[in-house]
């Protein structure tokens, strides 16, 4: 006669040690995707005993670029394409054939390149309340396309390389000569949706 014998069980006590442990692995292994906002360099705080000063702006030295309550575009005061923005903000910045009508340059002296011709030229963005996000965000994208071209240009030009492919000094040198000036305005009801 055979003897049955019983079957012995798994010891099961370790199992929540091991899944905690796997979790832990799990956690401290994976990477989460963080949210990217837009990259805009905000003005330091003002100290609290200095006096406020009216900054005047020459009106050459500033383009405004408005996106109403329809998602539609004026800028410089001509209505556009988001397709067109790049171009024209490229233009204003640059000005290239030294026009009154675009912004003046200022001579620096920028460390580690020497003389250039830094433009004074400012663009301001104002929204409606109505305006889409897709709309604003488009036009965004546009605005720092703009400025990367005219960085990439500056830099295969004195580096022979584009922008991003050079090191941080080099950046440094080519952020003082073509600073990205964008201003944002409060959104206001420039239109009604109808």
């Known amino acids: 006669m055979a003897i049955k014998r019983k079957a012995e069980g798994i010891n099961a006590s370790s199992s ?3 899944a905690f442990l796997l979790l832990i692995f799990w956690l401290t292994t994976t990477t989460m995707n963080s949210d990217k906002g837009l990259q805009r360099r905000l003005p330091p705080m003002p100290d609290e005993n200095q006096q406020q000063e009216d900054v005047k702006v020459n009106r050459r030295n500033i383009i405004q670029v408005k996106i109403n309550s329809n998602d539609r575009i004026i800028a410089g005061g001509q209505i556009m394409e988001i397709s067109e923005i790049k171009d024209k903000i490229v233009e204003f910045v640059t000005n290239p054939m030294n026009l009154e009508t675009l912004p003046e340059k200022e001579m620096k002296e920028i460390e580690g390149f020497g003389q250039y011709a830094v433009s004074k030229g400012v663009v301001s963005l104002q929204n409606d309340r109505g305006t889409s996000y897709n709309a604003y965000l488009q036009v965004q994208n546009e605005l720092v396309k703009a400025f990367n071209e005219i960085r990439d240009d ?38 009604k949706r109808r």
């Open 154 to 191: 500056f830099a295969v030009k004195n580096y022979g390389k584009k922008y991003n492919a050079l090191d941080e000094d080099k950046q440094k040198i080519i952020r003082e000569a073509i600073p990205q000036s964008i201003s944002e305005a409060e959104p206001k009801d420039i239109g």
């Open 16 to 18: 929540a040690d091991i």
